[in-house]
């Protein structure tokens, strides 16, 4: 069955994230355990259980920190997250969609991502459809984020390429029936969707 539609992530694919050591800033400052003890709120922000004030609120309150240092904290940590915009793939992938491809997103992402990330990338006009975890209560590897995106975009799994850098995500793409290349590199990607459209 032919590839209809082209599906990224975009943490490590379509941003290119490197750790620049806020944590280690943190950690420095509130101790090696600062992470464990406000995981559970982050986790809630990345399926959009609570909102980014509520983040703010209970990690000030967890913490004891003054509100305007965690602010700068969370400033620090939205310049790691966004990262560098990968251009290459970007214009590969609005090429396959001019051919006729369609184009989406299925991203394990936090509250307040879609207008951090529209602002400095405009991935909405880049692609049909994105789904965020913060927006839909599911995360990669759940097998139903990649069941509701081929829902919304109306294709079957075995139209669908998707791409990710972490290798448990791209496992349960194929567990659904998606061909799933994981990226390493640019050139690699680019390389192995080319493979992979041509033989489909």
Same mark, same amino acid.
């Given at each position: 069955?032919?590839?209809?539609?082209?599906?990224?992530?975009?943490? &490590?694919v379509l941003?290119?994230?490197?750790?620049?050591?806020?944590?280690?800033?943190? +950690?420095? $400052?509130?101790? @090696?355990?600062?992470?464990?003890?406000v995981l559970p709120v982050f986790r809630a922000g990345d399926l959009g259980h609570i909102t980014l004030e509520q983040v703010h609120e209970q990690i000030?309150?967890?913490?004891?920190?003054?509100?305007?240092?965690?602010?700068?904290?969370?400033?620090?940590?939205?310049?790691?997250y966004l990262g560098t915009y990968n251009a290459e793939l970007a214009d590969y992938w609005k090429a396959r969609r001019a051919? &006729?491809?369609?184009?989406?997103?299925?991203?394990?992402?936090?509250?307040?991502?879609? +207008?951090? $990330?529209?602002? @400095?990338?405009?991935?909405?006009?880049?692609?049909?459809?994105?789904?965020?975890?913060?927006?839909?209560?599911?995360?990669?590897?759940?097998?139903?984020?990649?069941?509701?995106?081929l829902e919304r975009l109306g294709l079957r799994a075995e139209e669908v390429v998707f791409v990710d850098d972490v290798e448990v995500c791209c496992e349960a793409a194929r567990a659904v029936g998606m061909a799933a290349i994981r990226f390493v590199d640019t050139a690699q990607t680019i390389r192995d969707l080319d493979a992979i459209l041509e033989r489909r």
């Open positions: 069955m032919p590839i209809r539609a082209i599906v990224l992530d975009i943490g &490590g941003e290119i994230t490197p750790n620049l050591g806020v944590d280690r800033k943190w +950690e420095a $400052e509130f101790g @090696a355990d600062w992470v464990s003890r000030v309150d967890i913490l004891g920190v003054p509100a305007a240092r965690f602010e700068a904290y969370m400033e620090e940590m939205w310049v790691e051919e &006729g491809y369609a184009t989406a997103i299925i991203s394990n992402s936090f509250v307040g991502a879609r +207008e951090r $990330e529209e602002e @400095a990338y405009r991935f909405s006009e880049l692609t049909d459809l994105i789904v965020y975890s913060h927006e839909v209560g599911l995360k990669k590897p759940d097998p139903a984020i990649y069941e509701l995106c």
